[in-house]
Structure formats: structure tokens, C-alpha cells
């Protein structure tokens, strides 16, 4: 589903991505984590074609990662929610659903609005609403189009209580439903439970990429340590 060959992205003469290569499976949740500036935010805007990489091959269902058959694979839900200031919050999802040709929208868009606590907010504009508000938007949007691969950077940012516990569920449910996730975020407890593998970058590097009950065997050399240990583990300071 995704192939990312020697990704390097340099900026001057910094490297904020050192010639890295993952491949992510059809059906598979990938946990991305790191510290602040290990490069997490820049691979996947590499991926999705927000940011020009220097060098490297990014392949997406068998297309380059650029094209618009790429692009009709994946939605991405960026740390920053973007929104229209003049468009309401059911406008956006309609737009979304012109955008990408699909016609019986309204009852998954009322769903998914109803899910996010968003139905009493569905005629007010995008100027007007907070960063949480534009947070549960801007997954709305993505999840709209039925993707099979999804890009989530930080989605819990700004999120109430509520919010977060109906994201995890969605996270749930695409996996069972056979979708193809990879999830940066500093919640590590929010992708212990259903990523099927974890990586982990430092400083640009892949510094660890297994399963968690792998990563536990040859880091930490405990079965009943957790997620947050093995972190801890591979990005302390030398």
C-alpha cells in the first residue's frame, strides 16, 4: 500500500530525514513516533506532497505518491487543521464530496457529524469555530471519502475527552474494516492498544520498527513493560 525508498529531506545542509525506507502493509495500523524534531511531521508531509522531498521514491497503491491516482488512495489529517472561513461545517463536507465524486454523502456526513458533536454546529462558519472544532472537521473530511490508506499527524491535538475516545473507536474500526493507517502522535497510550507495528524516529534515523512484543524482547527485556518504556528506551540521550 506504502513504499517509501531512501526518503532524504534536506533543509541547507540539515538532514531532517536521513535516507529512510518502511513499507506499510494492505490492513496494517503503523504507530509513528519520536521526540519534537525527529522528523515525523516532515516524512509524512513528503508522503502526501506537502513538502518537496530532496531525494528518495515514494510509491502509493503502485503510484508515484504525486499522482492523482496516488491521491485518490489516501486522506491525510494534518497537525494544523485547515479549514474555510467561509464555508459551514456541512459545506466542507460537501465540498469534500464533490471533490472526490461521491454522491450518497449526507447520511455518512450527518454520521459522522453526530459522532464529533458537530450536528448542532453544521451552519456555522469555519472562521468561528476553535481548534478543537476544526480538529473533529478536518477528520470528518478525511474519513468521508471511504480511504484506504489514512494519514493521521497528531489528531488528538485539541480534541475533548469525547472526541478522543470516539477517534480510538474510528481507529478500531478502520483496522477491522481491512484500512491501512499511520499514525504520528505523542499519545503514546492511543496506538499501544491497535498498531500492529510501531516505528520509531530520532533525530531523522529509524531508530526501531517491529511489533511492540518484538520491540519489548530486544530493548527492554520485559514482557511487562509498556510502549512508553521502550520510547523511553531507544530516545534517551547518549
Known amino acids: 500500500?506504502?513504499?517509501?525508498?531512501?526518503?532524504?529531506?534536506?533543509?541547507?545542509?540539515?538532514?531532517?530525514?536521513?535516507?529512510?525506507?518502511?513499507?506499510?502493509?494492505?490492513?496494517?495500523?503503523?504507530?509513528?513516533?519520536?521526540?519534537?524534531?525527529?522528523?515525523?511531521?516532515t516524512t509524512m508531509k513528503c508522503i502526501v506532497g506537502l513538502l518537496r522531498k530532496t531525494s528518495g521514491e515514494i510509491i502509493i497503491g503502485g503510484h508515484d505518491h504525486l499522482s492523482v491516482e496516488a491521491k485518490r488512495f489516501f486522506s491525510y489529517i494534518p497537525e494544523t487543521p485547515y479549514v474555510y472561513d467561509l464555508l459551514t461545517v456541512r459545506e466542507h463536507l460537501q465540498f469534500i464530496a464533490q471533490a472526490y465524486g461521491i454522491k450518497d454523502w449526507k447520511s455518512r456526513g450527518e454520521e459522522l457529524m453526530e459522532i464529533y458533536d458537530l450536528t448542532d454546529k453544521a451552519d456555522k462558519l469555519g472562521r468561528d469555530l476553535s481548534k478543537g472544532m476544526r480538529q473533529k472537521i478536518s477528520i470528518c473530511c478525511a474519513l468521508l471519502p471511504d480511504p484506504q490508506l489514512l494519514f493521521f499527524d497528531e489528531p488528538m491535538i485539541g480534541l475533548d475527552p469525547k472526541a478522543i475516545k470516539n477517534t480510538k473507536k474510528i481507529f478500531k474500526e478502520l483496522k477491522e474494516a481491512g484500512k491501512t493507517i499511520l499514525v504520528s502522535t505523542h499519545l503514546i497510550d492511543s496506538v499501544e492498544t491497535i498498531a500492529d507495528r510501531i516505528m520509531i524516529l530520532k533525530n531523522g534515523d529509524i531508530i526501531g520498527n517491529d511489533t511492540l512484543s518484538n520491540l519489548k524482547q530486544q530493548f527492554i527485556q520485559d514482557e511487562q513493560g509498556s510502549l512508553e518504556d521502550i520510547f523511553l528506551e531507544l530516545t534517551k540521550d547518549e
Do not use: C
Open 1 to 41: 500500500m506504502l513504499t517509501v525508498s531512501n526518503l532524504i529531506k534536506r533543509y541547507g545542509k540539515q538532514n531532517a530525514v536521513n535516507d529512510i525506507s518502511f513499507h506499510l502493509e494492505g490492513g496494517e495500523v503503523v504507530g509513528l513516533l519520536g521526540p519534537n524534531g525527529a522528523g515525523k511531521s
